[in-house]
């Protein structure tokens, strides 16, 4: 099974509509989560951190079910911009060092 | 500007040759990480540093070797060991320590084996 896995899509999304999706995670002892963009061909970019309780960034929600071992993502008033695949991130604080260990991605295609 | 950076953006190398992708950040981070992106897929580790002269392998390390020498720079060296080389290759740095820290990317170099 793998650490990260998330559904890789594409989930195809009306402009203006909501879109969400979950990612999960095998390591019960993982400690921090993310979620990162990437558009084609370029580098991740960090779009924002999941707490426990919560948080909302504008149109970006993201959730952490401890409990369930997923986090989640969701995306109101799709824009064509929202377009691009969605990575999962999470957290292993090490003796070594911190390991962040990404999901396979989920793509987004928002549509007029 | 503060930033990493990765060169080349491409290269194209002959099988069985060994070939070294530079990665260099002005941020003052302490930690620098190598993955691997093959089409379609997620990141994997290669390996991770979190202090000068002192690295550990990730997931993916076989047919790579890394160097530390100096907090600023993390070269990947392909060895010709790595059985299927052709990838986008990404490098990335973050502060040491604590929960929650954000990686920063370089732009990726698209490696090539002919």
């Known amino acids: 099974r793998k650490e990260v896995e998330q559904d890789p899509g594409p989930f195809n999304v009306p402009e203006g509509a909501t879109v969400a999706f979950n990612c999960t995670y095998s390591?019960?002892?993982?400690?921090?989560f993310f979620w990162y963009r990437q558009d084609c061909r370029k580098e991740p970019k960090l779009l924002m951190s999941?707490?426990?309780s919560g948080n909302e960034d504008g149109r970006f929600t993201a959730q952490l079910n401890r409990a369930s071992q997923y986090i989640s993502l969701l995306i109101r008033d799709s824009k064509l911009s929202d377009s691009a695949t969605y990575l999962c991130v999470v957290e292993m604080i090490k003796a070594a060092g911190n390991k962040l260990t990404f999901g396979g991605g989920t793509r987004v295609l928002v549509k007029p | 500007d503060g930033g990493i950076t990765q060169s080349p953006k491409y290269l194209f190398r002959k099988e069985g040759q060994n070939v070294t992708l530079s990665c260099e950040q002005n941020?003052?981070?302490?930690?620098m990480y190598w993955y691997r992106q093959d089409p379609g897929q997620g990141l994997r580790l290669i390996y991770y540093s979190q202090i000068v002269n002192d690295f550990q392998k990730g997931d993916i390390a076989e047919g790579y070797s890394v160097s530390r020498e100096k907090k600023e720079s993390f070269p990947l060296t392909v060895t010709s060991a790595q059985k299927n080389p052709t990838a986008f290759y990404l490098c990335?740095?973050?502060?040491?320590?604590?929960?929650?820290?954000?990686?920063?990317f370089g732009q990726g170099t698209r490696l090539t084996v002919v």
């Open positions: 390591n019960s002892a993982s400690q921090s």
């Open positions: 999941v707490y426990s």
């Open positions: 941020l003052n981070h302490d930690a």
């Open positions: 990335a740095s973050s502060i040491e320590g604590g929960r929650y820290t954000e990686a920063f």
